[in-house]
């Protein structure tokens, strides 16, 4: 039975999240602060935690930040005031954050978008899932690069597709991947020009750009343009994943 750990000052959210998981077979704990938080999670191990953004006290990214320091593999979803994120890509990136949803869409639509992470994770109703689905695209003038990300994500359970330029990814998209992975600094269309038109023509793709050392600023731009987040090489594969299970399995495409 996967144990989840909800962690958020309004009551109400508390108890209406706890009936929805426990109606769904989770075994479920409730705190208040982060402090409490921290003393439950290290004693029960929970499987995910819910956790609220703005938190009296102790706050939930500084509960996250502590959570981290024992724990670097537990899932954790941030719960925001609204629907307008206000976590930079690089605190996400930082904590490991897997996702972020709003209290404003209710107990029963975050249901929806948990239930697939603990289905997939150790404890779950699925230890071994037999993948996560879907088409991933990555746009990166390095070979190795494209070989890197191809063989590890075709072993999550995902089509992967492969451009070595933004020409060629621009017409990889017909072929109507569920995310594109784009580097930044490639011979002729650059990254962020890519980006552009992808948004122009699927404005609700989510695209993670890749940056080299120095392109900070570019990709910055890139966040400002509406890529969803960036990381810099070298990357973290495993990072890599928790944005493409966010995005892909919990279809926070649609937020």
């Not at 933004?166 to 990254?191: C, H, I, Q, S």
């Amino acid at each position: 039975m996967p144990k989840v750990l909800v962690v958020d000052d309004d009551v109400k959210m508390r108890e209406a999240l706890y009936d929805a998981l426990t109606r769904k077979g989770h075994a479920v704990s409730t705190a208040g602060t982060g402090g409490q938080a921290l003393e439950m999670l290290k004693a029960q191990r929970p499987q995910l935690v819910l956790l609220d953004v703005a938190l009296p006290g102790l706050s939930g990214l500084e509960t996250a930040a502590r959570i981290r320091e024992f724990d670097s593999e537990v899932p954790i979803i941030l719960l925001e005031d609204s629907e307008q994120k206000t976590v930079s890509p690089a605190e996400l990136q930082r904590l490991a954050i897997v996702g972020v949803v709003s209290h404003a869409w209710g107990a029963g639509r975050i249901l929806d978008r948990v239930e697939p992470l603990l289905a997939r994770h150790p404890g779950g109703s699925s230890a071994e899932p037999a993948g996560i689905g879907g088409t991933l695209l990555v746009v990166d003038d390095d070979v190795q690069i494209q070989e890197l990300l191809k063989t590890f994500f075709q072993s999550k359970g995902l089509r992967v597709l492969v451009a070595g330029s933004g020409e060629e990814g621009l017409k990889a998209l017909a072929k109507r991947p569920a995310l594109v992975l784009l580097d930044v600094n490639m011979p002729g269309m650059d990254g962020v020009m890519a980006l552009k038109k992808i948004k122009a023509a699927h404005p609700a793709l989510p695209v993670v750009m890749i940056s080299g050392g120095g392109e900070e600023v570019m990709a910055r731009g890139a966040l400002a343009a509406g890529a969803y987040d960036y990381v810099s090489k070298p990357f973290s594969l495993e990072y890599l994943e928790t944005i493409v299970l966010s995005k892909v399995l919990l279809g926070m495409e649609t937020d």
